[in-house]
């Protein structure tokens, strides 16, 4: 939640939360409804997290949306680092490789998923190693100093208003050229993430002494860019 708070804070825009990995026709309906109202995605990258049929979906159905991805790489003493190698590896092969590695009923899901956004395993694969290798990611230590953290944060932001501004410009022209139009409100930033590992990250901040939660509602950190 810590991200979620200082993002939304940020950004004045609403910040949705994805990776919702229960596989119920509810879960899915609100991905759907979150991304689009979303002028970006920004994928929380751990060790695990393409692992997640939720995250994979929600990647790439914000691709295929025409939604920028925006990327962080958590950096965790207790949480295995997302590694871009890996992580290629796994989208190459992925209709073999995430049974391997998540289970028989993760490959169902995600199959499952695609078939609901009249898509297979291999299109999704496909699209999303031609996607997520090319993109460069921010760096971010939850237990790092004041500075580190609010360089991280900096960063983040900067890159996130820098995609919203272009996505605003392209829906701006868009609709200029359009003869009709059916009015949505576009306004909040999507994330997906493995929310169990990131728990684990920022619960080992908070037993270091980083109270993110007093972070969040400023007493304890003032971030410049608020």
């Known amino acids: 939640r810590f991200l979620h708070a200082q993002l939304e804070r940020a950004l004045g825009v609403r910040c949705f939360l994805g990776g919702r990995d229960d596989g119920s026709d509810d879960g899915i309906r609100a991905s759907a409804e979150g991304?689009?109202?979303?002028?970006?995605?920004?994928l929380v990258q751990t060790a695990g997290v393409l692992s997640v049929p939720s995250v994979l979906l929600e990647c790439y159905d914000a691709v295929t949306r025409g939604l920028p991805l925006v990327c962080v790489r958590l950096i965790s003493e207790d949480v295995d680092a997302y590694d871009f190698d890996d992580a290629r590896a796994l989208l190459d092969d992925l209709p073999n490789e995430l049974p391997r590695r998540a289970g028989a009923e993760a490959l169902a899901a995600l199959e499952a998923g695609a078939?609901?956004?009249?898509?297979?395993?291999?299109t999704v694969a496909?699209?999303?190693?031609?996607?997520?290798p090319q993109l460069i990611s921010c760096e971010l230590d939850p237990?790092?100093?004041?500075?580190?953290?609010?360089?991280?944060?900096?960063d983040i932001v900067d890159r996130l208003k820098k995609q919203i501004h272009q996505k605003k410009k392209k829906t701006k022209d868009k609709r200029a050229s359009a003869t009709t139009e059916v009015a949505v409100e576009v306004d909040a930033v999507a994330l997906a993430m493995d929310a169990a590992a990131v728990a684990q990250a920022l619960e080992a901040a908070d037993a270091a002494g980083v109270h993110l939660d007093e972070m969040s509602s400023g007493r304890k950190r003032s971030f410049g860019y608020v």
């Open 35 to 42: 991304l689009a109202r979303s002028r970006t995605l920004l």
């Open 126 to 132: 496909a699209t999303l190693a031609a996607t997520l």
């Open 143 to 154: 237990a790092g100093t004041d500075n580190q953290v609010n360089a991280a944060l900096r």
């Open 115 to 122: 078939a609901r956004l009249g898509a297979d395993v291999p």
